[in-house]
């Protein structure tokens, strides 16, 4: 067998929260920006102890084109404190292609990555179907990175879209991967009225790529895939990293084991709901269970209001 050491919780915007962003297609007749501020927390049934912490992002969507996405997300656990920074952009291709762009970085090498990008692209097929995907390459110090990619189908109505996606994460140097699946289904026709998402996967590395991560499924318009689009992503979209320890203090890891057993290591189930309360202001809420089979389970929740201006 073999045994990476991976920080579940650490990780960046990356195909951040994994939901289905649907921002309105039709041209705004001017900029809107939305401002969100919020916190998380995570409790683990074993001695992994309690993460919580801060997030501050925006999104700005321009008359024409895509929304610009920008974030920031404070780490406060037993491994330390940390920022990550995040920037990416929507690009809108025909009626309803389009590419994400996200890039990001920590200030905290012990157990943020020191750099972080992702691509996301959804083809429109024909008749609401689209093909979904997506690459990312998380780095971390001592030149330790983690690949992910992601391929499915999505079919999207006027108010709802459901997608399904295989994902492959491979870690260097040791060149070992891990498999899983992800389960989209998404309630609502914008981003800016009312509209929950339900997110279901399976797998090994799937609670690295997929779970709350810190709060970066919280963001604004990607809510952590999209692994590494969804903070998020996504934005990130949500990503997994891997770890080893470095500097005078020590840090505790959880460690990921590959193994040829059939059964899904790690199971995730994760809601998201986005509540307008005035005509300027929403509230977004997020509570996501995970486990690691005969080894903890997990529970996580983020709260954010948002501003639009």
């Not at 992910?148 to 108010?159: C, D, K, S, T």
Request: hydrophobic content about 40%.
């Amino acid at each position: 067998m073999m045994k990476r050491s991976v920080l579940l919780w650490a990780l960046p915007m990356a195909l951040y929260a994994q939901e289905d962003p649907a921002y309105p297609r039709t041209p705004l007749t001017s900029t809107v920006t939305r401002v969100a501020v919020g916190g998380y927390d995570q409790s683990f049934s074993n001695d992994l102890g309690r993460r919580k912490g801060w997030t501050v992002d925006a999104a700005i969507y321009p008359a024409h084109g895509g929304p610009w996405e920008f974030a920031a997300i404070g780490f406060d656990q037993p491994e330390g404190k940390g920022t990550m920074l995040i920037a990416g952009k929507e690009l809108l291709i025909g009626k309803a292609s389009s590419a994400y762009l996200g890039l990001s970085g920590g200030n905290n090498s012990d157990f943020l990555p020191q750099f972080a990008a992702d691509l996301d692209v959804r083809l429109d097929l024909a008749a609401g179907w689209r093909l979904d995907l997506a690459g990312a390459l998380t780095r971390f110090a001592q030149q330790e990175e983690i690949r992910m990619l992601q391929l499915g189908l999505a079919y999207q109505g006027a108010e709802w879209c459901v997608s399904a996606k295989a994902q492959q994460l491979t870690y260097e140097p040791d060149g070992g991967s891990d498999l899983g699946g992800i389960l989209n289904i998404r309630l609502g026709g914008s981003d800016f009225g009312v509209w929950h998402n339900l997110r279901l996967a399976a797998g090994r590395g799937i609670l690295g790529s997929t779970a709350t991560g810190g709060g970066l499924s919280a963001s604004i318009t990607r809510s952590a895939m999209t692994p590494l689009s969804g903070v998020g992503g996504r934005f990130g979209r949500r990503s997994t990293g891997t770890n080893t320890s470095t500097g005078t203090t020590p840090i505790t890891m959880t460690s990921l084991t590959a193994s040829s057993d059939p059964i899904p290591q790690e199971r995730l189930a994760s809601f998201t709901g986005h509540w307008p309360l005035t005509k300027r202001f929403a509230l977004k809420a997020e509570a996501t269970w995970g486990e690691k089979v005969s080894t903890y389970t997990y529970w996580g929740g983020s709260l954010q209001i948002i501003a639009t201006f």
